[in-house]
């Protein structure tokens, strides 16, 4: 929880307007949205800039982020290097099914890894617009919240010294074990949902073996196929939670991905060297309101999505625009308007995603609980994508993110 802040008076603490806690997509977001208004900012990350920018999360960039970055300048080497998907398909019964969502809604998905993302939002907020950041920082505390003269404080990685700085807002940007979510009161809401199963995460040395991404539904579990470049590709496969990724040696895993991913009509897998191997254990959590007096939650720090439908980074983008722009409307012009409306415009559009994920999640996984009412009701709504110009359509809303925020 926040405590007092040490040292309230003191004369040799820094101060900046906004403090932001993690340079994640949310925290970098804002940081640059903050500079181009002209407001300095301080952004603390507790990692080494060279993890952040390796660290490996997911891809998918809905078109509406794309959009929104290229708008604020942040997009330039995202729209050279990502890749445009236009369709999807799913695969059960057999048989390959293809679900052109673009021909549905003239929208696309991009497809580019977020380490990139961040290494691009880095650039632009440390080295391009001077914006001030501190990697490596230790033992991060959040302070005097509820008053009008909130402060950060951390421990310096390169003199052990304890660091002291006051703020008007603090943007809490540092995930589910950050010093955000622990500086919480408790009043906090936190929802909770755990879907009881893992996904095993896997990169592959293999070229992709469709230019789309497949899902495959099986009664041994779900599989994914997600095409990253000419030579990587990213795969899933269902496991139990908390699953030993060392149990899934080269064969086992290629002999899941080949049976679930089977489709009569179409070529088996290219199958390759396995770089990567790591159990996702699918569960989420929001956090309400996702404002706490001068702490503004975003990102992780508010909420978590099960990568089922590949939301979570598109959230913590849709956050940090929100965000970014109201401390900037009331730092520059006392427009306080996107700040009080801050939680629930976000709140919104996060049940809407996590409640998309768990109809996806019925989707992806009912045939594989071994019950045939469940493999039933699976099967049916999966047809009814492809018989029903209706059906079809919602999903294609839902899975691309088109109900605009902006």
Same mark, same amino acid.
């Given at each position: 929880?926040?405590?007092?802040?040490?040292?309230?008076?003191?004369?040799?603490?820094?101060?900046?307007?906004?403090?932001?806690?993690?340079?994640?997509?949310?925290?970098?977001?804002?940081?640059?949205?903050?500079?181009?208004?002209?407001?300095?900012?301080?952004?603390?990350?507790?990692?080494?800039?060279?993890?952040?920018?390796?660290?490996?999360?997911?891809?998918?960039?809905?078109?509406?982020?794309?959009?929104?970055?290229?708008?604020?300048?942040?997009?330039?080497?995202?729209?050279?290097?990502?890749?445009?998907?236009?369709?999807?398909?799913?695969?059960?019964?057999?048989?390959?099914?293809?679900?052109?969502?673009?021909?549905?809604?003239?929208?696309?998905?991009?497809?580019?890894?977020?380490?990139?993302?961040?290494?691009?939002?880095?650039?632009?907020?440390?080295?391009?617009?001077?914006?001030?950041?501190?990697?490596?920082?230790?033992?991060?505390?959040?302070?005097?919240?509820?008053?009008?003269?909130?402060?950060?404080?951390?421990?310096?990685?390169?003199?052990?010294?304890?660091?002291?700085?006051?703020?008007?807002?603090?943007?809490?940007?540092?995930?589910?074990?950050?010093?955000?979510?622990?500086?919480?009161?408790?009043?906090?809401?936190?929802?909770?949902?755990?879907?009881?199963?893992?996904?095993?995460?896997?990169?592959?040395?293999?070229?992709?073996?469709?230019?789309?991404?497949?899902?495959?539904?099986?009664?041994?579990?779900?599989?994914?196929?997600?095409?990253?470049?000419?030579?990587?590709?990213?795969?899933?496969?269902?496991?139990?939670?908390?699953?030993?990724?060392?149990?899934?040696?080269?064969?086992?895993?290629?002999?899941?991905?080949?049976?679930?991913?089977?489709?009569?009509?179409?070529?088996? *897998?290219?199958?390759?060297?396995?770089?990567?191997?790591?159990?996702?254990?699918?569960?989420?959590?929001?956090?309400?309101?996702?404002?706490?007096?001068?702490?503004? *939650?975003?990102?992780?720090?508010?909420?978590?999505?099960?990568?089922?439908?590949?939301?979570?980074?598109?959230?913590?983008?849709?956050?940090?625009?929100?965000?970014?722009?109201?401390?900037?409307?009331?730092?520059?012009?006392?427009?306080?308007?996107?700040?009080?409306?801050?939680?629930?415009?976000? *709140?919104?559009?996060?049940?809407?995603?996590?409640?998309?994920?768990?109809?996806?999640?019925?989707?992806?996984?009912?045939?594989?609980?071994?019950?045939?009412?469940?493999?039933?009701?699976?099967?049916?709504? *999966?047809?009814?994508?492809?018989?029903?110009?209706?059906?079809?359509?919602?999903?294609?809303?839902?899975?691309?993110?088109?109900?605009?925020?902006?």
């Amino acid at each position: 929880m926040t405590s007092p802040s040490p040292h309230p008076a003191s004369p040799t603490a820094a101060r900046f307007p906004v403090v932001v806690v993690g340079a994640g997509p949310a925290g970098l977001t804002v940081g640059n949205i903050l500079r181009a208004a002209g407001v300095d900012c301080l952004v603390l990350e507790t990692e080494s800039r060279a993890f952040i920018e390796q660290r490996p999360r997911a891809g998918v960039v809905e078109e509406w982020a794309v959009r929104e970055l290229e708008r604020r300048g942040l997009a330039g080497r995202l729209v050279e290097r990502a890749e445009r998907h236009s369709a999807c398909e799913f695969r059960f019964d057999g048989h390959g099914y293809r679900f052109d969502y673009a021909e549905l809604t003239g929208r696309h998905h991009w497809i580019h890894p977020q380490p990139l993302l961040v290494t691009d939002l880095v650039r632009e907020y440390a080295d391009v617009r001077g914006g001030e950041i501190r990697f490596g920082v230790r033992d991060v505390r959040l302070h005097d919240l509820d008053s009008d003269r909130p402060a950060v404080s951390y421990t310096d990685p390169d003199s052990g010294e304890r660091r002291l700085v006051h703020c008007d807002f603090v943007a809490g940007c540092d995930g589910a074990r950050g010093a955000s979510r622990a500086a919480l009161p408790p009043r906090a809401r936190i929802s909770r949902h755990d879907y009881g199963i893992g996904w095993l995460a896997l990169l592959a040395e293999a070229p992709p073996s469709s230019d789309r991404v497949l899902f495959g539904m099986h009664t041994d579990g779900f599989a994914g196929h997600m095409p990253r470049s000419a030579g990587m590709t990213r795969y899933y496969l269902q496991c139990p939670s908390g699953d030993d990724p060392d149990a899934w040696t080269h064969e086992r895993v290629w002999d899941q991905l080949q049976r679930r991913l089977a489709a009569a009509d179409r070529p088996p *897998l290219t199958e390759g060297r396995l770089l990567e191997k790591r159990v996702l254990d699918m569960h989420t959590y929001v956090v309400e309101p996702m404002v706490f007096g001068r702490l503004f *939650l975003a990102g992780d720090a508010a909420h978590l999505v099960a990568p089922i439908a590949a939301k979570g980074m598109n959230l913590a983008l849709h956050d940090a625009f929100l965000l970014g722009d109201a401390l900037a409307a009331y730092l520059d012009k006392e427009d306080p308007a996107g700040l009080d409306g801050y939680s629930d415009a976000c *709140l919104r559009r996060v049940w809407d995603y996590q409640e998309f994920s768990e109809w996806l999640s019925e989707i992806y996984h009912g045939a594989s609980y071994g019950d045939p009412y469940r493999a039933g009701t699976t099967l049916a709504r *999966l047809r009814r994508l492809f018989t029903s110009p209706a059906a079809a359509a919602a999903f294609a809303e839902q899975y691309l993110g088109t109900a605009e925020a902006f």
